[in-house]
């Protein structure tokens, strides 16, 4: 158990410190820039996550799939960047053929050339970034990871504030800092690991990338609906309302990613030490334990932002606080996500990586339906209501396929928890009388809810207590 949460702080170092960095970054920019100018600049990160999904082509997971299960790692490496780096290249091409109409689609102009450039350029640069670290991760390298994680949060930091402080205060301040603080970093990156990238004894194996795309490419199209759904919101208000509401809508995104922080952390941990776990032929109740920890964890945490959402947004800027009532809805997406990561497992360990095409179809369909009910006419509400309603569902399908396809635990409690929280973000998000009191009365509920999971906990806690006591009386 010590060691347990040793490796998940040391792996929650980066994530953590790159999200305070982050958040130091945010109301810097948001203190600058109106929430319109702040919704334009939302597009160009959501363009660059949504191609990224794609570009990939499922090999990221692949690789980590694989990672432990080959002894010649660099040549597995090469193998996983080859096709997602020719396809970023492919995509720098067409933007740079077609620079009007990409500008257009990001921010309503035809005439911002650079900045739909940037784009392209960023695609070919995060590809690196994504292969470099994840190979750092899946090598449980803690703090290595960390600390690179943090760095180029730092350099984006630091182009930010060169740019909103001394050189422009619109959307193409925040564009220009974070394509060049992300470059600046992983160029960094890549020389620091530019042994990864040795070619004298590189040999093509077309049955380990064949191996890699039949993994891979049923998760390109469960990650594309993946990556629909948590851009959905966005998307929707982008065709049905303004920059405005995406601004306010992007900036509760922001404080929900507080949440997404522990999910990164957890996640980055959590993958290679599962995997390990399963060859080892770790007991179920191993696992129990952990789903049950980091699902305690995290209700009591989505409570301790529902209580404090206003103060939060207003840290952005007083302009932005009247998007505090979703704020409860969007903490849903990185709440059940880390919590599912913990029950998916049936899915990744049976190699049945198809069945999260299912998963995303149940969750992103919905969601669909519900943003084109809600936000033509609610905006930013109906939009936070169809992401809430929606992870609820992916975490349930999530869930249910694992349980079909591994000796898995009881969900009973997760689901009670998981009303609960929904049931909380919708209240929050009508701002009823004696919200304070109603969401610590949720809280307490959860507590109970969770009571023996607590003991459980604490129990653990004392017993590894005492064994170190008792070692050092009895060497």
């Not at 064949?210 to 929707?236: D, W």
Request: hydrophobic content about 55%.
């Amino acid at each position: 158990m010590k060691e347990f949460i040793q490796r998940l702080l040391a792996f929650s170092i980066g994530p953590a410190g790159g999200a305070l960095i982050a958040f130091i970054t945010i109301p810097v920019t948001t203190h600058f820039v109106s929430p319109e100018e702040y919704g334009k600049a939302s597009m160009f990160a959501l363009a660059l996550t949504m191609l990224s999904t794609f570009q990939y082509l499922g090999i990221d997971q692949a690789y980590a799939r694989e990672f432990n299960e080959v002894n010649d790692r660099k040549t597995l490496f090469l193998h996983a960047l080859l096709l997602p780096l020719l396809f970023a290249l492919l995509l720098l091409l067409l933007i740079a053929l077609n620079l009007g109409t990409a500008s257009h689609i990001l921010f309503g102009a035809s005439d911002q050339h650079s900045a739909a450039l940037l784009l392209g350029v960023s695609l070919v640069f995060i590809t690196f970034e994504r292969f470099i670290l994840l190979s750092i991760r899946m090598e449980e390298k803690a703090f290595a990871y960390s600390m690179f994680t943090i760095f180029i949060k730092l350099v984006i930091l630091a182009a930010t504030l060169l740019f909103v402080l001394m050189i422009r205060r619109d959307f193409l301040a925040v564009v220009y800092s974070a394509a060049a603080g992300q470059i600046i970093g992983d160029l960094f990156l890549l020389i620091r690991y530019r042994s990864y990238f040795a070619l004298h004894d590189f040999q093509f194996d077309r049955a380990l990338l064949r191996r890699m795309l039949i993994f891979g490419l049923p998760l390109v199209v469960a990650a594309s609906a993946s990556t629909v759904l948590n851009s959905a919101g966005r998307i929707a208000l982008r065709a049905w309302s303004g920059f405005y509401e995406i601004g306010m809508f992007t900036a509760a995104l922001k404080i929900a990613a507080v949440l997404a922080v522990v999910q990164s952390s957890f996640t980055s941990f959590w993958v290679p030490t599962a995997y390990r776990w399963y060859s080892e032929g770790r007991s179920i109740r191993t696992f129990q334990a952990v789903s049950e920890g980091v699902l305690l964890f995290m209700s009591v945490l989505y409570f301790g932002v529902l209580l404090f959402k206003d103060q939060l947004m207003f840290l952005l800027s007083p302009q932005y606080v009247p998007a505090a009532g979703v704020l409860g809805l969007l903490c849903l997406q990185p709440v059940l996500y880390t919590v599912s990561e913990t029950t998916t497992l049936g899915i990744v360990f049976s190699r049945k990586s198809y069945l999260n095409i299912w998963v995303s179809l149940f969750s992103l369909l919905p969601c669909l339906i519900i943003n084109w009910l809600f936000v033509p006419s609610y905006g930013v509400l109906g939009a936070g209501l169809a992401t809430g309603i929606s992870y609820v569902l992916f975490f349930w399908s999530r869930s249910y396929f694992s349980s079909k396809n591994w000796k898995g635990f009881s969900l009973t409690k997760h689901y009670s928890v998981m009303l609960v929280l929904l049931t909380a973000g919708i209240l929050n998000a009508f701002h009823f009388p004696f919200m304070v009191l109603a969401n610590l009365g949720m809280l307490l509920l959860v507590i109970i809810i969770q009571r023996r999971s607590i003991i459980t906990i604490y129990m653990k806690w004392r017993g590894s207590k005492d064994n170190n006591r008792s070692s050092a009386f009895f060497p």
